[in-house]
Structures are given as C-alpha cells and as structure tokens.
C-alpha cells in the first residue's frame, strides 16, 4: 500500500506541528508575550469559533480541487503560521494568528481524517486501519512536544522552538506532494 504509506508519513509529520501548536499556544501566549489568563480563555475560544467556518471552508475547496491539493495548501498555511508566531510580539498579532489557527485547525483535522479514509483499501476492518491512523497521532502529539521542549531547554527560547515545527510542517508538504505524484501515477494506470 504505497500510497496509504506515503500519505501516513505525511500525516505524521504535519501532525507533529499541527498538534503541537494546538497545544503549545497558550504556553507561547503567557510566557513568551505575558498574556493574563482571561484573554488565553478568549484566544481559545475565537480558535473554536473560527475552526467550525474553516472546517466548512475547507471541505468546499477539497469537493472543487481534491483532498490532497487542499491539504498541501493548508499545509503551508501552517508553516506561515509558524513563521508569523515566530516574529509575533503584540496581543492583536497573537489574536490574528489565533483567528488564522482555528480557520485551518478544524479542516486540516477532519480533512486528514476523510483523506484517510479514502486512501485506505476497501476492507471490513476499518477499526485496525483508524486504530493505526490513530495512533499515529498520539504518537506524532508525543514527539513534537517532546522536541519543541527540547529545542526550548536547549537555546532557552521558546521561539526558536517554532523552528522545528516549520521543518515538521515543511516535510510534511514534500510527503504531500510524493502521495500526491503516486495518486496520480496509480489514476493513469488504471485508465
């Protein structure tokens, strides 16, 4: 299952900054630009909010260009992402990077989790194949936490840290972009 192989080891990369940002944004919030807890509160809620239209927003471009395509552009909105937190200092900033978040939290999830389910062969046992997708987020949550808390003992910073989530996301895209190459070279074969 090369294709299936392909686009897992995406997911796994992406994943790693995708979860790890989801989780590590108030952390960045209150040590690194000293927000009070009251406005984290408001942060995560505009990020729900605004995941419920981006989850919409996204699956009307997946229906008009294809799963992949759509999840390699949200990819790289998510290395801009990094890039703007990397160099975000004001709480407008943080509240802007937080509406951006949540337009492509919720599709980059539930696109992932679709495309997956689209990729994988026709079986009865769909429980083994999403257990394994499953797992392969947990574990993808695990290591990017792991290093960006590594990277922030290491230089002291918590923005360097943002560093390695882009070459996460950035890995990711290339693997888009090889399960997206084999999609289409398994399309052409079977015509």
Same mark, same amino acid.
Not at 26 to 45: D, M
């Given at each position: 299952?090369?294709?299936?192989?392909?686009?897992?080891?995406?997911?796994?990369?992406?994943?790693?900054?995708?979860?790890?940002?989801?989780?590590?944004?108030?952390?960045?919030?209150?040590?690194?630009?000293?927000?009070? *807890? !009251?406005?984290?509160?408001? =942060?995560?809620?505009?990020?729900?909010? &605004?995941?419920?239209?981006? +989850?919409?927003? /996204?699956?009307?471009?997946?229906?008009?260009?294809?799963?992949?395509?759509?999840?390699?552009?949200?990819?790289?909105?998510?290395?801009?992402?990094?890039?703007?937190?990397?160099?975000?200092?004001?709480?407008?900033?943080?509240?802007?990077?937080?509406?951006?978040?949540?337009?492509?939290?919720?599709?980059?999830?539930?696109?992932?989790?679709?495309?997956?389910?689209?990729?994988?062969? *026709? !079986?009865?046992?769909?429980? =083994?194949?999403?257990?394994?997708?499953? &797992?392969?987020?947990?574990? +993808?949550?695990? /290591?990017?936490?792991?290093?960006?808390?590594?990277?922030?003992?290491?230089?002291?910073?918590?923005?360097?840290?943002?560093?390695?989530?882009?070459?996460?996301?950035?890995?990711?895209?290339?693997?888009?972009?090889?399960?997206?190459?084999?999609?289409?070279?398994?399309?052409?074969?079977?015509?």
């Amino acid at each position: 299952m090369p294709l299936l192989k392909r686009y897992l080891i995406s997911f796994f990369l992406y994943s790693m900054g995708v979860q790890t940002v989801m989780l590590a944004a108030t952390l960045f919030a209150s040590q690194v630009l000293h927000l009070a *807890e !009251t406005k984290l509160i408001i =942060s995560l809620l505009l990020i729900q909010i &605004v995941a419920i239209a981006g +989850a919409y927003i /996204i699956a009307k471009l997946s229906n008009k260009y294809g799963n992949i395509k759509v999840l390699m552009f949200t990819v790289i909105i998510w290395i801009g992402i990094c890039i703007s937190a990397y160099f975000t200092t004001t709480e407008i900033q943080f509240y802007i990077l937080a509406t951006v978040v949540g337009l492509v939290m919720g599709g980059i999830q539930s696109l992932s989790r679709s495309t997956y389910a689209k990729i994988m062969p *026709e !079986t009865h046992d769909t429980a =083994s194949f999403f257990s394994f997708y499953d &797992v392969t987020e947990k574990v +993808a949550i695990v /290591i990017g936490m792991f290093s960006f808390g590594f990277v922030q003992e290491l230089t002291g910073n918590m923005r360097n840290s943002i560093i390695g989530l882009i070459i996460f996301f950035f890995l990711g895209l290339i693997f888009l972009f090889a399960t997206l190459k084999k999609q289409s070279s398994i399309q052409l074969s079977k015509l």
